[in-house]
């Protein structure tokens, strides 16, 4: 499988380890400054090529460009006839998530936590100790000095981004149980526009209730996951010390293999990028465009929740689908 990137940020440089883990040459990479698409194909064996230049020959292109031209980079891969791995949020709006739906064509949500190997153990656990009464997710981290996440035009700030991986995990250990409404509160610092602490409560069908909380205020890192039913609970940590225990016991895993940085295994990348050579081979996407369209719905929702403090927004989101979620929540476009 060859690879062509759309985009040579911080999270293209992942992207590579995942590609060299995986035996996957990179042909050519595009940037928005030839500069920048000249440094990174040269830090990866790479041609650096325009943006209409793609996909140069690839197979699959990885678009990790801003979410705003997420849209743009998929569609013109899928009219090639490429797989496309699209990286989180699969957009800035609900109406380029429909575009990118409405394509067809194999696109793999780069949603890498689905692929970590902590979190298919957690969802095979979760699976048997049955239905779920209680659900916590926690993505606490420092704020990020790099990239443009403190745009308000990027489409939102801390839940937009770091939290589109704890709704992702909750839809995916939720199962089949669909989620009815979402409850959100969002809030900034004096010296930033963009959210950067949200709590989010999701309502399923069955009755649970998920709290996610997400923040870029915490000096470290802590991601971790507590689900518990009448028979079991299961608690996930994924940073700093990855680690599983279910009933209070810790849960054994099979040795990572050998890779450049072990941690890109642990968080799933190398298995995503596995992932996106078996769909070139001609499997199904196992978490696909819909899936990306699905996690946007929740957070489009938290934010309109959170410009009406204490609402309740229905899901499926029936609100204006033109919207960035910061939009949504900062109600900076007349309705």
């Not at 069908?205 to 996951?225: F, K, M, N, Q, Y």
Request: glycine share 8%; with cysteine.
């Amino acid at each position: 499988m060859n690879l062509a990137f759309a985009g040579a940020g911080m999270i293209s440089l992942v992207h590579a380890m995942a590609a060299e883990a995986t035996e996957s040459p990179i042909l050519a990479i595009a940037s928005r400054t030839e500069a920048r698409a000249a440094e990174r194909a040269g830090q990866v064996g790479a041609k650096a090529v325009t943006f209409d230049q793609l996909p140069a020959g690839a197979d699959a292109v990885v678009v990790c460009t801003p979410p705003d031209r997420h849209t743009e980079g998929t569609l013109q891969a899928l009219a090639a006839g490429c797989v496309v791995l699209v990286e989180k949020p699969l957009a800035s709006t609900l109406a380029e998530a429909d575009a990118i739906v409405a394509a067809g064509g194999q696109v793999v949500y780069a949603e890498n936590l689905a692929f970590s190997p902590l979190v298919v153990r957690t969802s095979q656990l979760v699976t048997e100790i049955g239905s779920l009464n209680y659900m916590e997710i926690r993505q606490l981290s420092p704020r990020p000095s790099w990239g443009e996440f403190l745009d308000p035009t990027r489409g939102g700030g801390v839940l937009f981004d770091l939290g589109s991986h704890a709704i992702a995990l909750a839809l995916l250990l939720a199962g089949s149980d669909a989620p009815v409404g979402v409850q959100a509160n969002l809030e900034h610092s004096s010296d930033i526009e963009v959210d950067d602490y949200a709590e989010v409560f999701i309502d399923f069908a069955s009755g649970l209730r998920a709290r996610i909380e997400t923040s870029w205020r915490h000096p470290d890192a802590v991601w971790d996951i507590q689900v518990s039913s009448d028979s079991g609970v299961v608690r996930t940590e994924l940073m700093p010390q990855p680690g599983i225990e279910h009933n209070g016991e810790s849960v054994v895993l099979a040795a990572l293999p050998g890779v450049t940085d072990a941690h890109i295994e642990q968080l799933g990348y190398v298995d995503q990028m596995l992932t996106v050579r078996d769909v070139v081979a001609g499997a199904p996407s196992p978490i696909d465009a819909r899936f990306g369209r699905r996690v946007l719905d929740v957070i489009c929702a938290a934010y309109a929740s959170a410009h009406q403090p204490q609402s309740v927004i229905p899901l499926p989101f029936t609100g204006r689908r033109d919207r960035t979620p910061h939009q949504l929540w900062s109600d900076t476009v007349g309705s």
